[in-house]
């Protein structure tokens, strides 16, 4: 058994802001990660991080902007929180050595961003996550806290409404092994694979939602899925919403900017969800390229502006794409990127069963509503990993030491499931798993119909019970990699699932959710969040309101 | 379709061995992708580190015909004709392997200089340590404003910053492969950059340059540019070791 006051699962920004917060406060804390931290997908982050610097910018400029951006579904309080305290965490991020971007007088430049009323984007040329998981990644180095890496958390431990800690196992030799903690906080990130068509890198499974969902624990706004814009052609890696806003156009087969059929005034800088679905009917009506995608073109903005502010996607769509987007423009198509909705938490990252949090993306807080804005991803990992860490670090104060028996029981347990799971013939995770992601792109997409949904969500509980005949063939105890990916289909199942529910339920369009045969938002009958609960028979679903402040809904128009 | 042998060297506790695979060339295949094809596929038990698959995260370094590069970054059909018994121009003798095969196929193995736990998966731990021991970090705590910063310097600090200790360098130093406790490409380049940011205190800057002036230091390289020529984000580490070396007292 290990023991800590203070486990985050996940080593990404909001596990790495979370852990330093509680180190600060002088507690003993310690992350746990699938991957070594700076494999995090928070690396993969490229445009930038939203924060109101401008002396003609206000928290409260960028505030309406998030809450118009989300459809009006984000809760006000918190979208509050998430802009008053932007400039704090962004100059902190300066201070301990992120490398961002200067203007001519030596402050962090700022660029335009999709659906913002200012330039408030702070950036790090275009690879900002990186430069900010490294920087929190020093920073834990500097402050001693210890990491393990590369360990698979498999079962949260929930006591009488109260985490206590979790199951997690070792790849490096398979065995299970029991953390205690009086707090533990999920940093999980998304579960864009679930998909055919992500940017999200390959971990990217889900599996840290999952844990909190069949421990319980609500998942809200699920069905709010972002669908980025402009993907590689491919390998759907994400081409960054600031190349649109450096000044890239998007051009149809016949050479139109389509995009002022959709939005005449904002055009290519419109939010993310019209953009999206701007691209998926000039796909589906026969108006794109041959194989679905659209040119992205940056090649008037020149050489030495591409280098500068872009020099991160121009190697990518050399290397993976072979386009040098200086010469020609770039092929890109929709693909899913990002999760609005999450394990259900408040402003300080809990959820309802005590000593439990999450925040980042795999949390839902909610701040990003029904479509998030580009450059808010970023922000909410640091301002909600920090005040997470300083809510758990006074929460395990009270508490009192918890008993070894139930982690005991919960570990043979867990050994008896994997057990079984071993096997010499059934059904493989992979051939699952892709008919997983085809269900889901096909079904749960850009555009959503009732028909649809419904085919999906049978093909998914269909897919659930082949999944219970999953057999793990390779006997290997060291970096057992079947057994892994069958551990983690599990989750990605039940999130379709989720998914699915929510969508075909909420008959109405609102942000990401668009409903083909509900093409209206309907705030008389639809502005509250889904609730999903687990059952064994499948998702219990219920809704909550949403927190209006200042800003009544209104139409969005771009 | 076109199809191409894939050979991996394997790798347990009691033996290593070579495997060859078949696999469909699909358009605009990376080896990674041949890789998980084999892993879903054929043999489930093959090991490798993965995350991102966009050449971000620095998890799949390996040798893929003789030269360390990033697996994901790497399109078979470039590499599936090269010949893997010679060196590659720039990548000069990789340290020799037992196994002299492969021409017509790719040929994948662990990265070099670092030791096998299984298959294509090494123990980074020893590179971890060597690039911390540094003190990679900025030793301040936050105030209240940004600190200005020329853009000039940006650009600079970006040369280094951009490093995602893939440890692709690490692979093809031979000075790594004589010394196990030389520092390395990697961890120099972050010293460099470290050394550089106008945010390190003097203290510790003195402390740094002191800390890398040996033989396991800055004067450990053999300044052959082997690092600079693998190195995935056009990182160059030799560049930065020579300017320590003309900092040091």
Known sequence: MIDHDIIVIGGGLAGLRAALEADKKGVDVAIISKVHPIRSHSGAAQGGINASLGLDDSWGSHALDTVKGSDYLADQDTVEILCREAPERVIEMENWGTNFSRTEDGNIAQRPFGGAGFPRTCYAGDRTGHNLLHTLYEQVLRSGIKVYSEWLVTKLIVDKEKCVGFLAMNTIDSKLESFRAKATILATGGYGRIYQRSTNAIINRGSGIGLAYTAGVPLQDMEFVQFHPTTLLGTNILITEGARGEGGYLYNKNHERFMINYAANAMELAQRDIVARAIQTEIDEGRAFPGGYVQLDITHLGNDTINERLPGIRQISIDFAGVDPVKEPIPVQPGQHYSMGGVSSNKDGETPVSGLYAVGECACISVHGANRLGGNSLLDTVVFGKRAGAAASDYIVSQEAISDDILSKAIADENEMIKALMGESGENFAEIREELQAVMQNNVGVFRTREKLDLAFERIKELKKRADNIKVMSKTNVFNFELLNALELKAMLELAQVITLGALVREESRGAHFRTDFTERNDEEWLKHTLAYYTEEGPRLAYKDVTITQFQPKRREY | ?249
């Open chain 2, 1 to 249: 379709m076109s199809e191409f042998e894939l050979m991996i060297r394997r790798q347990d506790r009691e033996q290593i061995w070579i495997d060859r695979f078949t696999v469909e060339e699909r358009p605009g295949m990376t080896v990674l992708e041949a890789l998980f094809h084999v892993q879903e596929k054929i043999d489930g038990s093959l090991c490798f580190r993965y995350s991102c698959r966009g050449a971000v995260c620095g998890s799949c370094a390996m040798l893929i015909n003789k030269v360390p590069r990033l697996a994901c970054r790497t399109q078979v059909s470039e590499v599936k004709d090269e010949t893997t018994d010679e060196p590659k121009d720039g990548v000069a003798s990789i340290k020799p392997s037992e196994i002299i095969e492969g021409r017509n196929g790719i040929l994948v193995e662990p990265l070099p200089n670092l030791s096998v736990i299984r298959d294509l998966i090494v123990d980074m731990d020893h590179f971890y340590e060597l690039v911390d021991s540094i003190k990679p970090w900025i030793n301040s705590d936050a105030k209240e404003k940004a600190t200005l910063m020329e853009p000039s310097m940006q650009i600079q600090l970006e040369k280094y910053t951009n490093c995602i200790l893939c440890a692709t360098c690490h692979g093809a130093c031979p000075a790594a492969a004589r010394n196990g406790e030389y520092l390395g490409p990697a961890a120099l380049a972050k010293a460099w950059r470290f050394h550089l940011d106008p945010r390190s205190k003097e203290k510790d800057r003195k402390e740094l340059a002191k800390f890398i002036n040996s033989d396991s230091g800055v004067w450990g390289c053999d300044v052959v540019y082997k690092c600079v020529a693998v190195c995935p984000k056009k990182v160059t580490p030799t560049q930065g070791i020579l300017k320590l070396r003309g900092k040091m007292e």
